[in-house]
T-cell receptor, first 111, second 115 residues
Framework: QKEVEQNSGPLSVPEGAIASLNCTYSDRGSQSFFWYRQYSGKSPELIMFIYSNGDKEDGRFTAQLNKASQYVSLLIRDSQPSDSATYLCAVNNMGRRALTFGSGTRLQVQP | GAGVSQSPSNKVTEKGKDVELRCDPISGHTALYWYRQSLGQGLEFLIYFQGNSAPDKSGLPSDRFSAERTGGSVSTLTIQRTQQEDSAVYLC?????????????FGSGTRLTIV
């Protein structure tokens, strides 16, 4: 079992819709959770982080964390074609020094 | 500098040769990380430096890989006797301190191709 799992996609949504990206993790000791966006041929860029159960909103993005169920999700409202990218989930366990990344979900927003 | 700087941006080398990849982290960032990303894959952790502490080398895939960080700033990742499976994008990242509570800032990467 991978430590951080994501559906590889592609997830295809129409412009203006809500895109829902999901991530599960295996280590119950995980404490910090991150979403990175990676455009094709580019390096990952941080878009959201969350530590506490519940929702965290930043503009069109909402991160949701449920530690009991060991999943974290990212919602993108009013999806735009410019949101088309691979979204990487990353998890930090305080016992480790580096983030563990999932393999990413490719999102396609259709105009 | 303003961001994490990596060089070269692209490197093509013959199998069996040694290569050196360079990373210059954001000024003031004490933690530095190397990852690699193979085509269509996620990020694979390689090595981590924090200040003057001994590096965490637990992710290095073989003894052909080594890295150093001089003066707590610039880091060099060296791959000896390169193999075709070493072809990947090598990403460097830095963060303010050991606690990765705020995530990393990545450099633009070095695309390494072994022919």
């Amino acid at each position: 079992q991978k430590e951080v799992e994501q559906n590889s996609g592609p997830l295809s949504v129409p412009e203006g819709a809500i895109a829902s990206l999901n991530c599960t993790y295996s280590d119950r000791g995980s404490q910090s959770f991150f979403w990175y966006r990676q455009y094709s041929g580019k390096s990952p860029e941080l878009i959201m982080f969350i530590y506490s159960n519940g929702d965290k909103e930043d503009g069109r993005f909402t991160a949701q964390l449920n530690k009991a169920s060991q999943y974290v999700s990212l919602l993108i409202r009013d999806s735009q074609p410019s949101d088309s990218a691979t979204y990487l989930c990353a998890v930090n366990n305080m016992g480790r020094r580096a983030l563990t990344f999932g393999s990413g979900t490719r999102l396609q927003v259709q105009p | 500098g303003a961001g994490v700087s990596q060089s070269p941006s692209n490197k093509v080398t013959e199998k069996g040769k040694d290569v050196e990849l360079r990373c210059d982290p954001i000024s003031g960032h004490t933690a530095l990380y190397w990852y690699r990303q193979s085509l269509g894959q996620g990020l694979e952790f390689l090595i981590y430096f924090q200040g003057n502490s001994a590096p965490d080398k637990s992710g290095l895939p073989s003894d052909r890989f080594s890295a150093e960080r001089t003066g707590g700033s610039v880091s060099t990742l060296t791959i000896q006797r390169t193999q075709q499976e070493d072809s990947a994008v090598y990403l460097c990242a830095s963060s303010l301190n050991r606690i990765t509570n705020y995530g990393y800032t990545f450099g633009s990467g070095t695309r390494l191709t072994i022919v």
